[in-house]
Every structure is written in structure tokens, then in C-alpha cells.
């Protein structure tokens, strides 16, 4: 006969049942810890931005807080002579010529880059087979990969000897800048564009293949109406991006300080002008804050995107 089994005093001594006490303190504790970490990360990231706000802020309102720059002379004026003595005059800071160098150049980029980007992103999404998507993402994720500087090299060694033997011209233009911006914000518009399509509900397409509609009138008159907040969106980003461009375009632009006249004659775009002349400026003097100023400009248009995407994304602009 087997004996039955009874712990001994000193086994039940031993042997504790886990303390609920200490779990749930552990949890609170664990639960603590993690939304503490949280709210730093986020705290840090907002301290981040007002900071860097308030900084170009400063020291892009001193041109006109501390010099005494009229801002209509600073927005609309195309004088730009910083260092000029006061006998001949004083120093002109007048940026006009920048502004209008960035708009032409991001706006004719995004003309050229939105429509094909679109095209693109609707044959990955909807006409393409799985090869020709395996094909084109890692295509598109190569050109996003690509870093600014050798755009410009590429744009400087092909395109600008191109345009300057078959086109005239020295070849440095408004030309070879919107060109070489318009491929680098292809990947954005086109990475934006494609999420949006695929995030439409698969059952407005069958609905109107249902009715009858070929699959290019499902595309033109539901799938791409449907994604056009999205596809907005994706076209704004790809404008902010070009607009914040700053070495490949001043490796092929030209930097001379006048209003183009046509797409082959040189120009210069705010980005440029802060990259080329912020070294050679002395801190606190006209020149640098001048120069602040410009990126205050480069600031508010950030906001300004931003605040075009918030729209559009409400649904604000999209009928």
C-alpha cells in the first residue's frame, strides 16, 4: 500500500503563494514608469519645436527689430547689396529675388512631378501585376535612398552640359533646378499617393465594376476622386519638399541674384543664398540677420504647408 503524501511543517514554511499586493504595486509601478517616459518624449519633442521657433524667430525679426528694415523693402525689393558702404547708399537687403527663385523652381517641379507621380501610383495600385510592383518599390525606395548631393553632381555632369549645348544658354538655369527637383520629390508624392489609394474600402470598386464600369472608368471616376485628400496631400508635401531644397539646386541653378526671365537663365532660391553667404557673415550684423530672416520666410511656408494639409485632410478643400 503506498502512503499518502503530507508536507511536512517545514515544506508549508516554504512554499508562499504569490502576494497580490506586490503585483498590483508593480503594475502601478510599471504603468507610472511608462507613462512618465511618455510624456517626457513628447515634452521633449515639443520644447524641441518652440525652441527652434523662438530661435529663427529672434533672430529672423532682429533685420527688422534691431536694423530698422522696413518689411516691405525686405519682401518686395530685389536690391541685395548687405555689405554696401554707407557712402554709397548703406547696405539693401531686399529678397525678393529669392522668393521668387524658390516659387518658380518648386512650383515648376511639382507641375511636372505631381501628374506622373499620380499615373505612377495608380498602375502600382491598380494595373500593375505583382512583378511590376516588386519591380517599381524598390525603384521608388531607391530614389528616395538617394542623398541630395549626388542628384546635383548628376545634374551638374549631364544636365547642365545638355541644356547648355543643345538649348543654349550657360546651361545653369531654372531648367536643370525644377528638372532635378522634380525627380527627388517623385518618391514622396508617389509613396503618399499610393497609401491613399490603397486605403480606399475594395468595395466601391467592386460596387462599380458591379454596374458595369470598365476598370479605367473605375479608376478615373471613383478610385481617384475618392483618394483626391490624399493625393492632394501628397502633392503638398512633395512642394514642401522641393521648396526646402537646398544643395542640388545650388549646384545647377546658377546663384546669380536676378529674376529669370525665361526657363534657361539662371536665378538663386532662398535656400541657396543662406548655404552660399551664412559663413562669411559676422553674427548680430545686417548680413546675418538678413539671412535669419530668409529662414524665418522657410519657417512660415512650413507652417503654412502644414496647415494646407490639415485642411485638405479634413476635407476642408475636398468635395
Same mark, same amino acid.
Given at each position: 500500500?503506498?502512503?499518502?503524501?503530507?508536507?511536512?511543517?517545514?515544506?508549508?514554511?516554504?512554499?508562499?503563494?504569490?502576494?497580490?499586493?506586490?503585483?498590483?504595486?508593480?503594475?502601478?509601478?510599471?504603468?507610472?514608469?511608462?507613462?512618465?517616459?511618455?510624456?517626457?518624449?513628447?515634452?521633449?519633442?515639443?520644447?524641441?519645436?518652440?525652441?527652434?521657433?523662438?530661435?529663427?524667430?529672434?533672430?529672423?525679426?532682429?533685420?527688422?527689430?534691431?536694423?530698422?528694415?522696413?518689411?516691405?523693402?525686405? !519682401?518686395? /525689393? &530685389?536690391? *541685395?547689396?548687405?555689405? %554696401?558702404?554707407?557712402?554709397?547708399?548703406?547696405?539693401?537687403? +531686399?529678397?525678393? =529675388?529669392?522668393?521668387?527663385?524658390?516659387?518658380?523652381?518648386?512650383?515648376?517641379?511639382?507641375?511636372?512631378?505631381?501628374?506622373?507621380?499620380?499615373?505612377?501610383?495608380?498602375?502600382?495600385?491598380?494595373?500593375?501585376?505583382?512583378?511590376?510592383?516588386?519591380?517599381?518599390?524598390?525603384?521608388?525606395?531607391?530614389?528616395?535612398?538617394?542623398?541630395?548631393?549626388?542628384?546635383?553632381?548628376?545634374?551638374?555632369?549631364?544636365?547642365?552640359?545638355?541644356?547648355?549645348?543643345?538649348?543654349?544658354?550657360?546651361?545653369?538655369?531654372?531648367?536643370?533646378?525644377?528638372?532635378?527637383?522634380?525627380?527627388?520629390?517623385?518618391?514622396?508624392?508617389?509613396?503618399?499617393?499610393?497609401?491613399?489609394?490603397?486605403?480606399?474600402?475594395?468595395?466601391?470598386?467592386?460596387?462599380?465594376?458591379? !454596374?458595369? /464600369? &470598365?476598370? *479605367?472608368?473605375?479608376? %478615373?471616376?471613383?478610385?481617384?476622386?475618392?483618394?483626391?485628400? +490624399?493625393?492632394? =496631400?501628397?502633392?503638398?508635401?512633395?512642394?514642401?519638399?522641393?521648396?526646402?531644397?537646398?544643395?542640388?539646386?545650388?549646384?545647377?541653378?546658377?546663384?546669380?541674384?536676378?529674376?529669370?526671365?525665361?526657363?534657361?537663365?539662371?536665378?538663386?532660391?532662398?535656400?541657396?543664398?543662406?548655404?552660399?553667404?551664412?559663413?562669411?557673415?559676422?553674427?548680430?550684423?545686417?548680413?546675418?540677420?538678413?539671412?535669419?530672416?530668409?529662414?524665418?520666410?522657410?519657417?512660415?511656408?512650413?507652417?503654412?504647408?502644414?496647415?494646407?494639409?490639415?485642411?485638405?485632410?479634413?476635407?476642408?478643400?475636398?468635395?
Amino acid at each position: 500500500m503506498h502512503k499518502e503524501f503530507s508536507p511536512g511543517p517545514d515544506a508549508e514554511k516554504s512554499f508562499r503563494f504569490p502576494d497580490k499586493g506586490n503585483i498590483q504595486r508593480r503594475k502601478r509601478c510599471g504603468e507610472f514608469l511608462g507613462r512618465s517616459a511618455a510624456f517626457l518624449a513628447a515634452a521633449l519633442v515639443v520644447l524641441l519645436t518652440v525652441s527652434i521657433i523662438y530661435f529663427i524667430g529672434s533672430k529672423g525679426l532682429a533685420t527688422f527689430t534691431v536694423h530698422g528694415v522696413r518689411v516691405t523693402e525686405f !519682401l518686395f /525689393s &530685389t536690391q *541685395w547689396w548687405p555689405d %554696401r558702404p554707407l557712402e554709397e547708399g548703406g547696405p539693401a537687403v +531686399g529678397s525678393l =529675388t529669392f522668393i521668387l527663385g524658390s516659387l518658380l523652381v518648386s512650383l515648376l517641379a511639382v507641375t511636372v512631378s505631381a501628374p506622373l507621380s499620380v499615373v505612377v501610383a495608380v498602375f502600382m495600385v491598380e494595373i500593375a501585376p505583382v512583378w511590376g510592383q516588386r519591380v517599381l518599390q524598390p525603384a521608388i525606395e531607391i530614389l528616395a535612398g538617394i542623398p541630395s548631393v549626388v542628384y546635383g553632381y548628376v545634374g551638374l555632369s549631364l544636365l547642365v552640359p545638355f541644356i547648355r549645348n543643345y538649348l543654349g544658354g550657360e546651361g545653369f538655369s531654372v531648367l536643370a533646378g525644377f528638372i532635378v527637383l522634380s525627380i527627388m520629390i517623385l518618391p514622396t508624392i508617389i509613396s503618399v499617393s499610393t497609401d491613399s489609394l490603397r486605403a480606399l474600402p475594395p468595395q466601391w470598386k467592386e460596387a462599380a465594376l458591379a !454596374l458595369g /464600369s &470598365t476598370r *479605367w472608368q473605375t479608376i %478615373r471616376l471613383v478610385l481617384v476622386p475618392a483618394a483626391r485628400s +490624399g493625393l492632394i =496631400t501628397a502633392v503638398v508635401l512633395g512642394l514642401a519638399r522641393a521648396f526646402g531644397e537646398a544643395l542640388a539646386v545650388q549646384m545647377v541653378i546658377g546663384n546669380t541674384r536676378t529674376i529669370p526671365h525665361s526657363l534657361l537663365d539662371p536665378t538663386i532660391t532662398l535656400t541657396s543664398a543662406i548655404t552660399m553667404d551664412m559663413g562669411y557673415t559676422i553674427m548680430g550684423s545686417l548680413w546675418n540677420s538678413a539671412l535669419w530672416s530668409m529662414g524665418l520666410i522657410l519657417l512660415f511656408m512650413s507652417f503654412l504647408f502644414i496647415m494646407v494639409i490639415r485642411v485638405v485632410v479634413r476635407g476642408g478643400m475636398v468635395r
